[in-house]
């Protein structure tokens, strides 16, 4: 039996962080037993909000590209590509362009909230309202039969389907089916800070944060902010340290709560351990990472390869289209 499809992407905006692995990449990793899963580096999309600066994006989409590696994403069962390699993904843009109505784009959600929201960007462009439809044909391009995704981008699922329906109902075809979300219930991961992770916080660990420079970042979180000695009963659930156990060490987790509230453990010690057990569970990413890195030819070869294998997928629907739509 051939496999389901899986499209997934991510914005090469920055060095993924632990928020990413627990929110998507473990996911991924898993999905590839039971799906025919393409992975994609989302360039274009990062260029919307980085075109000011946009010397970063081939370095992150690099580096990106290693993490995922290094945390087990298998190139010999799963397709890497970089979206911008694959010419057809704006042709199929354009097309949905011409057929989506302005209003269906204009009352997406993460579109508004995100022009509130980016204070130290200008994402008040034509591309940037165009971002779900780019997304659109990214999933529909691969007849994609799910898509892993986190709750903020269902709004855009829901967009691609009412597209691709559109299309067919359009031309009489019956072309592009409707994928499925694949909603990932990952565990509410925040920074160091307290606040969501993310880089425009400075308040994340990245999957290469060296062992000391973690290290710091656990000492100085802010635990329960009523306990102020060891022997004052802690509360956990008021406490950022504790839900990085609840995440990462899940089997521990009650047992330190336990001994928390009765102050049998205290802060200090809590953290050390914490960052000793994350560093025990990143080490091998760092090894992998460094490994890769010294080969780097070798990661280049392999994105190539993904971008042929995506762009032969890719032809493939958009010459089903060019029969509808022969310019
Ligand atoms: N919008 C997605 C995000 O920010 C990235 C993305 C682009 C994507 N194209 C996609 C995700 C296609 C899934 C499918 O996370
Ligand atoms: Fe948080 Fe650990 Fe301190 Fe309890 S002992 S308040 S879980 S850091």
Redo the contacts with the bound molecule.
Sequence with gaps: MTKKRVLSGMRPTGKLHLGHLVGALDNWVKLQASFDCFFMVADWHALMSEYEKPSTIREYSLDNVVDWLSVGIDPEISTIFIQSQVKEHLELNMIFSCLTPLSWVERVPTYKEQLKEIKNRDIHTYGFLGYPILQAADILIYNADAVPVGLDQLPHLELTREIGRRFNHLYKKDLFKEPKDLLTSSPKLLGVDGRKMSKSYDNTISLSETSESMHGKILSMF??ST?IHKSDP?H?DK?N??SYYNVFFPQDAAG?AAA?RQSQ???RD??EDLARRLNELLKPIREKRKELLSEKKKILNLIEKGNLKAQAAASQTMQKIKDVIAL
Excluded: A
């Design positions: 635990t329960d306990r802690g956990p406490c340290v504790h330190i928390c453990l205290g802060c809590c953290k």
